[in-house]
C-alpha cells in the first residue's frame, strides 16, 4: 500500500536532459521530506537532492548543482528531478526516498524507498 515508484529513466547522450518522477502511493508522504539518492555499481550510495514538505527548502549534492532541479507536487504526491546537462558520471540508479524529518537525510537515511530507475548517461 506504501509505495513510491520511480519513472523517466533512460538513456540519454552527455549533456542531454531527462525529468525523473516519483509517484508516491499515500497521502501522508505530502507532508514528508523527498529526496532523490542515487547508487552506480561498485559505489556507495549518495544523496543526490532534497526537498522539504512544503517544497520551500532543497538541498543538493555538490556534483549535480546547477544541473538538477527537485520539486513536488503534493497535489499530485510527486516529486521530480530536472536533470540537465547530464555527465556520464551521472549514470546510476535513481532512487526516490521519503522521510518523516527532513534531517533524517542527513544521515543518508529515510522512512521509505522506491525501486529506483536506471539513467544511463553515454559519453
Known amino acids: 500500500q506504501v509505495q513510491l515508484v520511480e519513472s523517466g529513466g533512460g538513456l540519454v547522450q552527455a549533456g542531454g536532459s531527462l525529468r525523473l518522477s516519483c509517484a508516491a502511493s499515500?497521502?501522508?508522504?505530502?507532508?514528508?521530506?523527498m529526496g532523490w539518492f542515487r547508487q552506480a555499481p561498485g559505489k556507495e550510495r549518495e544523496i543526490v537532492a532534497v526537498?522539504?514538505?512544503?517544497?520551500?527548502?532543497?538541498t543538493y549534492a555538490d556534483s549535480v548543482k546547477g544541473r538538477f532541479t527537485i520539486s513536488r507536487d503534493n497535489a499530485k504526491i510527486t516529486v521530480y528531478l530536472q536533470m540537465n546537462s547530464l555527465k556520464p558520471e551521472d549514470t546510476a540508479v535513481y532512487y526516490c526516498?521519503?522521510?518523516?524529518?527532513?534531517?533524517?537525510?542527513?544521515?543518508?537515511?529515510?522512512?521509505?524507498w522506491g525501486k529506483g530507475t536506471l539513467v544511463t548517461v553515454s559519453s
Open positions: 526516498a521519503a522521510a518523516e524529518l527532513y534531517g533524517s537525510f542527513r544521515n543518508g537515511g529515510a522512512d521509505y
Open positions: 526537498i522539504n514538505w512544503s517544497g520551500g527548502i532543497t
Open positions: 499515500s497521502r501522508t508522504f505530502s507532508n514528508y521530506a
